[in-house]
């Protein structure tokens, strides 16, 4: 049955149907052009091009939009005052060709008329774009942001199975940037998440271009306008569906970036981090064992996640009982780089502290000069923590190609199943546990929260408002 929702007309080359068959029919002011190719006259009726052997259909309705789409190009390009320049007669910038309509290259190789030269491609921008970007965004987050992108543009797609990217027919950098019709398709069959965000990535990269000087053609326009290509609200459905993560398959929770984490403040009791430390120091793993001292040492410094793992021996002065801060490690790259705020800062203990104990431990038991070396004597990856905390799946590929998955659990995920912890809160968390704990041990002495403030990188006020609950209603009273 032939779909009733037919996209709307935004301009006078209409799409209509003829049977089975999509045509699109050219308004009386670009008859001429049509009389020349045919070689007759169309006595004032409007002329016709019919989609049927380039595959269209009128009961598909992906085929009324794409036909739309290309009315909308042919028009465009024709009603141009350099029209001649731009409008392309053997089709083939439209994604069609071919056939007798070739034959209307001749008619416009009008005297004095010359053709454009070739466009660059969407690849090219994108390169040139990348290499600047790079020098004005951080390492980690270019990688972590550009590669996605990066891998969409060039039509490579995860492939579950074969845990690894594979090439699509879905290649736009490939495509020219004069090519608008093949732009809007190809964008519109890339299955990205954060699809609105590549658009304003490319539509940057092509003012960048235009800005530089390297589009061989003045009166390209840009293919990549945000208007164009709207996209409606998330919905609720699509914001907590799981996402692909570096080929891996996360939950919405997981993938959490810090600036959400940070602001998301809820916390575990003394009991369940006392708990989930046990647990993990008491596992039948020997692999969840070795993050037990990490585990333990999150929960008594508050620390951000990527701040511990690159600490050295270095770092911890155990005469003047105090640990400076001054790096963190990058997600994707495993760099060593500053803090997150910028800032080096030292947090304090006591000489009676349970984390004074427990670096003693680790001290006398170390042969690196890493506090927390993985097994290889490296640092640890803050994805390897993760998989620790919440658990993770293995797929497994036999010989005959049957896939069986493997499902391991996290210590703090089997916590909760099994009733001992009230609910599951990311890694993350350990930093508001501390935070939390000890703000509230200390409430009524206004050096401590300072010094808790300083030793943490936040500040005195966030922790009175969003730690100890201090409302707008708390005045303070006049003597």
């Known amino acids: 049955m032939r779909s009733d929702k037919r996209p709307q007309q935004s301009c006078d080359v209409s799409v209509t149907a003829d049977g ?30 019919y989609l049927t052997k380039y595959g269209f259909s009128a009961d598909n309705p992906e085929d009324w939009k794409r036909a739309t789409q290309l009315a909308i190009a042919m028009e465009s390009d024709l009603d141009h005052p350099e029209w001649d320049k731009l409008f392309d007669p053997t089709l083939v910038k439209y994604g069609l060709g071919g056939g007798k309509y070739a034959k209307l290259a001749d008619v416009l190789q009008l005297p004095g008329t ?77 299955k ?61 929770h997981e993938v959490l970036d810090e600036k959400e984490l940070e602001n998301d403040r809820r916390a575990f009791t003394r009991e369940e981090r006392d708990i989930i430390i046990k647990a993990f120091y008491e596992s039948d793993k020997a692999s969840d064992r ?44 495993q760099k060593v780089k500053e803090t997150k705020t910028g800032e080096a800062r030292f947090f304090y203990f006591s000489n009676t502290s349970r984390l004074r104990e427990l670096l003693l431990k680790l001290k006398s038991e170390s042969s690196s000069e890493i506090v927390f070396p993985s097994k290889r004597g490296k640092y640890h990856s803050q994805s390897s923590i993760g998989k620790r905390w919440l658990g993770y799946t293995l797929n497994n590929v036999s010989g005959d190609g049957t ?9 703090v995920t089997q916590l909760v199943e099994e009733g001992k912890i009230s609910g599951y809160l990311a890694q993350y968390h350990t930093r508001h546990t501390y935070i939390t704990l000890t703000a509230h041990a200390n409430k009524h002495n206004n050096n401590a929260l300072l010094l808790i403030a300083t030793s943490c990188g936040n500040s005195v006020d966030v922790i009175l408002r969003h730690y100890l609950g201090l409302s707008e209603a708390d005045v303070i009273v006049e003597v």
């Open 114 to 190: 010359k053709q454009p030269e070739p466009e660059i491609t969407v690849g090219e921008m994108w390169e040139a774009y990348l290499e600047w970007k790079k020098t004005v965004v951080e390492e980690t987050t270019f990688k972590e942001a550009f590669t996605t992108l990066s891998n969409a543009i060039h039509g490579k797609v995860w492939d579950r199975k074969n845990n690894s990217y594979v090439q699509s027919d879905r290649d736009l950098s490939t495509v020219s940037l004069s090519d608008k019709v093949k732009i809007t398709i190809t964008i519109e069959e890339i």
């Open 20 to 49: 089975n068959s999509l045509r699109l029919a050219f308004p009386k002011r670009h008859t001429p052009l049509w009389e020349q190719l045919k070689g007759k006259s169309l006595k004032g009726k409007p002329n016709y091009l």
């Open 290 to 333: 070795v993050y037990a001292p990490l585990i333990e040492f999150y929960f008594l410094t508050g620390c951000r996640t990527s701040e511990a793992i690159p600490l050295i021996w270095k770092d911890i002065d155990l005469e003047k009982n105090l640990i400076r801060f001054s790096k963190s490690l990058g997600k994707s790259t």
């Open 192 to 252: 990205i998440y954060a699809k609105q965000y590549l658009l304003s990535q490319l539509n940057r990269a092509f003012d960048f271009c235009k800005t530089k000087g390297m589009l061989v053609n003045v009166t390209t326009e840009n293919p990549f306008t945000l208007d164009k290509f709207s996209v409606p609200d998330v919905t609720t459905q699509q914001k907590y569906a799981p996402k692909i993560v570096n080929g891996e398959e996360k939950q919405w």
């Open 403 to 411: 896939v069986t998955e493997y499902h391991y659990p996290g210590i």
